[in-house]
């Protein structure tokens, strides 16, 4: 009863005198408010008031208007006004900032808003009626709409992540937003994807599928480029989003050609040194040096690294970032950047890496770019990031690229014929390595063991490398002076762990470079103290182990051809010395350090100090291959030097794995072989294919012809001989000759026709002749008709003249003439003339013709 | 590598019907035995060549499975073409066509091109759907339809070429609306008239042109 009657008062507008009514109370007073009052204008107020409380009173508002707001969000579509109070009031109950209002109290804790947002999004619904709100076209409702669901998924991202993909087209519909020619909904709807394209790759895949490559580079391009305000940068962090890690979105990056957008947005403008690098262009070129790396970053697919590399190239987006490298007046974070960016785009990219081999330097003299890098990768004065930039970008420049190995270790060896008075790569490492600076010697170890990565011939070369001493004696080699140094106590830790890598790389699959350690003063004995010292930092633990690394590199590759430093004698020194088992033990260090790790992840040097610069990436891809093939073979020997395991090898399974290389050998060039003619082949193949192709159009182009000049003969012949028009008998010869051709053709038809003709005369002739002779015949045979007849009445002459003499006759002969007469009737009843002829053999004659 | 258009497309069809594999027949001239289930899409492109222009076909490679077909049916709207894919070995994968169409249908814009794909046809011994069936249900439901087989290559660069000359045709006819993106259909950059200084086309053009005219 009492709640209802404050709840009147409040609806009322007055209030208790004297007493204020806490936070709790107003609010649920507007609460009633909103939910029981039937005018539109009254919710309207309460709304507005509710929005007003929020910032102060938040945990008040959101605990009991969440459900009232929803409602008015159901119910009250048709006001924009109500809507955007409502939506406003969510947003501030669910956001994760901090207001000013309530910096004071202390009931708000910093994950409040995320608890809220927890309360919100458990009715998927109230996420769909928001989204809902995305379509309406009012200014603070679409906005105030975008607003909170961006502050929902910042809070709650992979919930509201699979809310906005399961609710129908929602990816879709945010995405129209971005076409919004309101400035704000457009900038605050990139804010929103965002937060919604975070680690979801699905959703990135759709975003970039509705055009935003397209949609993006519009606005940074409206927006001025690297000039724009922190819309270019929103766009930059947006597109980084959508291709981090996003294989398929990188291809289609670069099948959309949008690489070729993104490169002449590195052009610095002339005057950049005049106008300078503000804080906002700063920011966007970080992002767009990060969105090229983000396309060649060596953990990407092999085949899109490799792709969106030659388009770098090809769209000359490498050469802006190698003017940026080489211009003044560049800071030095974004110096940094575009260092580890060339790094990447020429990692492992031979045209790429030659490329940068020729970039020069604006010095005078002039020198080449990696001189320069180099240059201040020694230089203790540079800040560790460049410096470490530097080594990065120095090993992928010689990363799978021999020939670029070979032109440092070239400059090094007595027979380069490089001028002195210029620097070269390889004195400077020189330098770096024997400076006093522990960052130089650590940089330059590094940077020349990769020179040495999967290159045996040039670690046979770098063998050959004398330093001159001071003082006029004899000139030592390199490898001997890496091992003078590490010897030394003032060489430093960090430095020892860089000559340690360089060596061990040096000796892996090197015999030769085993023998020559071997021979140097003092390196064995030094490895067996170190192993043997009891020491308890953690960082001495790394080098004992990196010293048993080296020395099992020296048993393992070693060739035996030096006395009493083969492989059994290494290991009677292990075993008496040092003991197998702790050996293997010391070895093991090495992976154990938590510096291996670090630098097993990423080709990348990232060190936040210098104290963390120790292992380098490709030591440990050596590390991780050699290791248990090391502890297998030191454990494996016994205490006489007898090596026990299958990987020391008989002298006949020697033999055999002898005859067997030299098979693969043979195999192998047989494969070039091979390779070299079907490369020929291929290529004979593609010129045969040419010329096929060229006769088959001429011989169509013939053909052509000849229908043509047919037709024209046609034409002539049936204009009966006219002879053809002057245009047309300035032809060429070959139609003349097809012509004659043509002519010949018929006369010869010609003649063959007269022929038949003159055949069917002749037959015409004689069928004339038997019809001539037939008809003779037959006037013959009409002759002797008549004659018969002529002969025929006179026989009847002569009967009628018997018959009157008959009675006499028949007296005489009378039983032969009755029996011939009755016989007659007999036989032949029809009334026919031929009939009374008696059978008179005189009459026989003419009885036959009749029967015919 | 410039183009006088390009088409967006998109792959459906239930799982291990062989979406993928005929997507890196057409793009890689490749047969993958096994192969990776797609999670998700996957995307590819390749140029083609149809009444003498270049054409450059993207296409997006969607997972067949139920999980992922909210996924899928974002891809809809933005594609020109759709190759909806069964497999001619099991007779389930084309008992559900009509659930893909009425999908496609529902999500796509009216004038998506959509080709009905048979595929594994080299497994002829092991057929469970006539040919006959497929051509009846295209006929019925006016697709175009062929059956391919993205093992032996055949039929699969038809399967693609003759999806997009559908498409090229239309645009001929003037039905498709080509300066609007969101049908999939992009003007290469070499045909666009507009000033190359102004990249916006497709969204920004309202702006553009408003400015110009
Ligand atoms: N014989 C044959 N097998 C195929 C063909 N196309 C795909 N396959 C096989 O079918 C299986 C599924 O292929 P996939 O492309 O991953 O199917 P998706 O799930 O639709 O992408 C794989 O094992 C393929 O090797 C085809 O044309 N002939
Ligand atoms: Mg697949």
């Given amino acids: ?852 | 590598m410039s183009y006088a258009y390009l088409f967006k497309y998109i792959i459906i069809g239930d799982t291990g019907v062989g979406k993928s594999c005929l997507l890196l027949q057409f793009t890689d001239k490749r047969f993958q035995p096994v192969h990776d289930l797609t999670i998700g899409v996957e995307f590819g492109a390749r140029m083609i060549t149809i009444d003498g222009k270049q054409i450059k076909l993207q296409i997006w490679d969607t997972a067949g499975q139920e999980a992922f077909r909210s996924i899928t049916r974002s891809y809809y709207r933005g594609a020109a073409g759709a190759l909806l894919v069964y497999d001619i070995t099991r007779r389930e994968t084309f008992n559900h066509l009509t659930t893909w169409l009425e999908d496609a249908r529902q999500h796509s814009n009216s004038n998506m091109v959509i080709m009905l794909i048979g595929n594994k046809s080299d497994l002829d011994s092991r057929r469970e759907v006539k040919k006959e069936e497929g051509e009846a249900f295209a006929r019925e439901h006016g697709l175009v339809f062929m059956e391919t087989s993205a093992r032996t290559a055949a039929n699969v660069e038809e399967a693609f070429i003759n999806t997009a000359k559908e498409i090229y045709e239309k645009i001929q006819e003037g039905v498709f609306d080509i300066n609007n993106e969101a049908n999939g259909i992009k003007i290469g950059p070499q045909a666009s008239p507009t000033n190359p200084s102004l990249p916006g086309s497709g969204g920004a053009a309202g702006a553009a042109n408003s400015g110009c005219c």
Avoid at chain 1, 203 to 209: E, G
Avoid at chain 1, 294 to 299: C, E, F, N
Avoid at chain 1, 399 to 415: C, E, F, I, K
Avoid at chain 1, 593 to 618: N, T, V
């Fill in chain 1, 1 to 852: 009863m009492e709640f209802l009657k404050s709840g009147i008062k409040t609806v009322l507008g007055s209030t208790e005198p004297g007493q204020q009514p806490s936070a709790a109370e107003t609010v649920e007073k507007l609460v009633d408010r909103v939910y029981s009052s039937t005018l539109l204008e009254d919710r309207r107020d309460a709304c507005r008031a509710l929005k007003a409380l929020s910032r102060k009173y938040r945990i008040e508002v959101g605990a009991q208007g969440m459900p009232p707001l929803v409602q008015v969000l159901q119910n009250d579509g048709q006001d924009a006004e109500i809507i955007s109070y409502a939506l406003d009031t969510l947003c501030n109950i669910v956001t994760s900032e901090e207001f000013d209002e309530e910096a004071d109290n202390p009931t708000v804790s910093v994950n409040v808003g995320e608890q809220f947002t927890e309360m919100f999004i458990k009715t998927p619904e109230n996420v769909s009626l928001v989204m809902g709100y995305l379509e309406e076209y009012d200014f603070r409702v679409r906005r105030a709409a975008i607003q909170l669901i961006t502050s929902l998924i910042a809070n709650k991202t992979r919930e509201l992540q699979e809310l906005v993909l399961v609710s129908p087209m929602g990816v879709s519909k945010l995405m129209d937003l971005l076409t919004d020619s309101r400035e704000v909904i457009r900038n605050d709807v990139l804010l929103l994807l965002i937060e919604l394209t975070k680690g979801n790759s699905n959703i990135q895949k759709i975003v970039a599928f509705e055009n935003a490559f397209d949609r993006l580079f519009d606005i940074v391009h409206d927006e001025g480029c690297s000039d724009g305000g922190i819309v270019v940068e929103d766009c930059l962090i947006l597109l980084l989003n959508l291709l981090k890690n996003n294989s398929s979105n990188q291809q289609f990056f670069k099948e959309g050609s949008y690489i070729q957008r993104l490169a002449p947005m590195f052009v610095l403008a002339s005057d950049v040194e005049e106008t300078g690098w503000t804080p906002q262009k700063v920011s966007n070129f970080h992002c767009m040096l990060q969105v090229v790396r983000a396309l060649v970053t060596p953990s990407n697919q092999q085949q899109v690294v490799t792709a969106c590399q030659r388009v770098m190239q090809k769209s000359q987006l490498l050469q802006g970032l190698c003017d940026i490298l080489m211009s003044s007046g560049v800071p030095a974070d974004i110096l940094t950047e575009t260092i580890n960016a060339v790094a990447e785009v020429v990692r492992g990219d031979h045209e790429n890496q030659d490329e940068l081999s020729h970039v020069m330097a604006p010095s005078s003299p002039p020198r080449p770019a990696i001189v320069v890098l180099l240059m201040s990768m020694i230089n203790e004065k540079q800040l560790l990031a460049l410096r470490s930039a530097v080594l990065y970008c120095f090993e992928c420049f010689l990363y799978r690229n021999p020939d670029g190995q070979r032109a440092v270790v070239q400059t090094l060896l007595p027979s380069s014929t490089t001028d002195v008075s210029s620097l070269s790569t390889g004195q400077l490492l020189c330098t770096g390595l024997f400076s006093s600076d522990t960052l130089a010697n650590w940089f330059s170890a590094v940077a020349i063991m990769h020179t040495l990565v999967d290159n045996v011939a040039l670690k046979e070369e770098l063998l050959r490398v004398l330093l001159a001493t001071p003082g006029g004696h004899r000139p030592i080699t390199l490898l001997e002076q890496c091992t003078n140094l590490m010897q030394q106590e003032r060489y430093r830790l960090q430095s020892k762990v860089g000559l340690l890598m360089l060596l061990s790389v040096w000796l892996a699959h090197c015999p030769g470079a085993v023998k020559a350690l071997l021979e140097t003063q003092g390196t064995m004995a030094y490895l067996t103290a170190q192993l043997c010292a009891n020491e308890h930092d953690e960082r001495e633990y790394l080098v004992q182990g990196m010293c048993a690394f080296l020395m099992g590199l020296c048993i393992q590759f070693n060739d035996n051809s030096l006395p009493n430093q083969r492989r059994e004698d290494i290991s009677q020194l292990i075993i008496k010395r040092i003991g197998q088992e702790t050996f293997c033990n010391k070895l093991s260090e090495v992976s154990r350090h938590e510096a291996y790790s670090r630098a097993c992840k990423q080709a990348q040097i990232r060190a936040k100090s210098a104290g963390e610069l120790l292992l380098d990436y490709e030591y440990c891809k050596l590390y991780k291959g050699l290791e248990a093939l090391i502890a297998k073979l030191v454990s494996g020997f016994d205490v006489d030097g007898i090596e026990l395991t299958e990987l020391t090898l008989s002298s006949e399974a020697s033999a055999l794995v002898a005859q067997y290389k030299g098979i693969i050998r043979g195999m192998d060039a047989q494969i070039q072989q091979l390779q070299q003619s079907v490369k020929e082949l291929e290529q004979q193949n593609g010129e045969i294919k040419q010329q096929l192709g060229q006769e088959q159009a001429l011989k169509s182009q013939v053909s052509d012809q000849i229908t043509l000049l047919k037709a024209q003969l046609l034409a002539a012949t049936s204009g009966t001989g006219q002879t053809p028009a002057p245009g047309t008998t300035t032809n060429n010869e070959e139609e003349l000759n097809a012509a004659r051709y043509q002519t010949n053709m018929y006369f010869a038809e010609n003649i063959r026709l007269t022929k038949e003709l003159e055949t069917l005369r002749q037959q015409l002739q004689a069928e004339k002749q038997r019809a001539d002779d037939a008809s003779q015949a037959l006037k013959s045979t009409q002759k002797d008709q008549e004659d018969l007849l002529e002969l025929l009445a006179d026989q009847e002459a002569k009967i009628a003249r018997y018959e009157e003499q008959l009675p006499t006759t028949t007296i005489a002969t009378p039983s032969a003439g009755s029996e011939s007469e009755t016989t007659t009737a007999a036989t032949n009843p029809m009334p026919q003339p031929t009939s009374l002829i008696p059978t008179n053999p005189i009459e026989a004659a003419p009885e036959t013709e009749s029967n015919r």
